[in-house]
């Protein structure tokens, strides 16, 4: 079966402007997660949402929204971005929302800030 | 913030030898996750293991948890360069707290051929 889609693959944006991320989850998952990966900071979680509501939010600035439509697939909206933004982010499907089994990444978007 | 460390950082062995990464945790937990991850790419679930196991094995990996120490370690045996990637270990994704998983460092293994 497909696994976890991410598009795109990488970006590049100037600083300012604002991004818009896709992820389309396995089929049947319902629960969507994403993550910012940063040399620096590390694997941090961003928010999570599952049947088109946010569950969870992590510590990043308003700048950084999502969304779930009714077929799971999720999208996140980074606005006025900053070069601090540049980072891979990934996002992960599971079945059930926080049941404790592993995550389903997607290969991640590489965005890049001028 | 990351929930702990990871040791070592950076791993460097030749084909054939084991490998041993140690991953520190600071809050009680109910299951411990370890994951791959190749050259910036997506992360792959590797094992799973709860606080009431103390070991748990998945073909060449092995994976133990001390909940006293609050440690977890994974052990590659007999490893191949395909094994050349960074590996995290990850706590959280629990029903109460939802999939909020929160990561490690991550110690960067490299495999000699």
């Known amino acids: 079966k497909a696994g976890v889609t991410q598009t795109p693959r990488y970006l590049i944006k100037t600083r300012g402007q604002q991004v818009t991320l896709s992820c389309s989850p396995i089929s049947g998952h319902r629960s969507v997660s994403w993550y910012q990966q940063t040399p620096g900071q590390g694997l941090q979680f961003l928010f999570e949402y599952f049947s088109e509501t946010q569950r969870n939010k992590g510590n990043f600035p308003g700048r950084f929204s999502g969304r779930q439509f009714s077929n799971s697939r999720s999208e996140m909206n980074v606005s006025t971005l900053e070069l601090g933004d540049s980072a891979l982010y990934l996002c992960a499907s599971s079945f059930v929302a926080g049941l404790s089994y592993g995550y389903t990444f997607g290969s991640g978007t590489r965005l890049t800030v001028v | 913030s990351q929930q702990g460390e990871e040791d070592p950082q950076a791993l460097s062995i030749q084909e054939g030898e084991n490998a041993t990464m140690n991953c520190s945790y600071k809050t009680s937990i109910n299951n411990l996750q370890w994951y791959r991850q190749n050259s910036g790419r997506g992360l792959v679930h590797l094992i799973l293991?709860?606080?009431?196991?103390r070991e748990k094995h998945s073909g060449r990996l092995r994976v133990t948890l001390d909940t006293s120490k609050k440690s977890s370690s994974l052990l590659i045996t007999a490893s191949r360069a395909a094994d050349t990637a960074s590996y995290f270990c990850?706590?959280?994704?629990?029903?109460?707290?939802?999939?909020?998983?929160?990561f490690g460092e991550g110690t960067q293994l490299t495999v000699n051929p």
């Open positions: 293991i709860r606080s009431n196991e």
């Open positions: 990850a706590t959280g994704g629990e029903e109460t707290s939802g999939s909020r998983l929160t």
